[in-house]
């Protein structure tokens, strides 16, 4: 099982190597078109890291998964949005599930009301993920809109968070650990 963390502003080319890893198909289904190489390099220079919090899945230290969580205070003061990415290995497995529901508690933990994401309407990963965690879709030119109502931040979701947050940091170290003697064999 991956390690699921939240990703460090120096962690940024493991994201770009992720990002860089998928397919065209998980490309255009995680970008909603055609993106090239150049313009996902760019898209990940371009991140405000004051204004979006990535969450991974890392397996054997090599990120697998990641959700961006992305806010704008000033245009939409309690709204934010996510944009999700797996790689093939990874899908089926619940992996989307984990990180979307790491990133509504984020959000709600930053007094974020309502969360936003934009799909193809032939992603049906998405779309179920969507309601399984009770998304309001719509339907426009050939995308689904899905936004998530969320509550207001309790103590319980702050706990919830910051368990994580220590749960993803410890699984990390031990997972570096286990590792550390099958790399130095072989070398």
């Not at 078109?33 to 990535?54: F, K, M, N, P, Q």
Request: hydrophobic fraction near 40%; include cysteine.
């Amino acid at each position: 099982m991956p390690v699921i963390r939240k990703i460090l502003p120096t962690e940024l080319p493991l994201y770009r190597a992720h990002l860089l890893r998928l397919d065209r198909a998980d490309r255009y289904a995680r970008f909603t078109g055609t993106v090239s190489d150049e313009s996902l390099t760019r898209h990940c220079a371009g991140i405000d890291w004051s204004r979006t919090i990535l969450i991974g899945a890392f397996l054997n230290g090599e990120l697998r998964a990641a959700i961006e969580l992305c806010s704008d205070r000033i245009l939409w003061p309690n709204e934010a949005e996510f944009g999700v990415s797996v790689e093939k290995d990874l899908q089926g497995r619940g992996v989307g599930s984990t990180l979307i529901r790491r990133a509504l508690t984020v959000a709600r933990n930053r007094s974020v009301g309502r969360v936003h994401i934009q799909c193809l309407a032939e992603n049906v990963r998405m779309r179920a993920l969507a309601r399984r965690f009770g998304g309001r879709s719509s339907i426009e030119c050939g995308e689904i809109a899905a936004s998530f109502e969320l509550p207001p931040p309790n103590q319980f979701s702050f706990a919830l968070e910051a368990l994580e947050d220590g749960a993803g940091a410890f699984n990390s170290m031990l997972a570096s650990f286990a590792s550390g003697p099958q790399q130095r064999a072989a070398a």
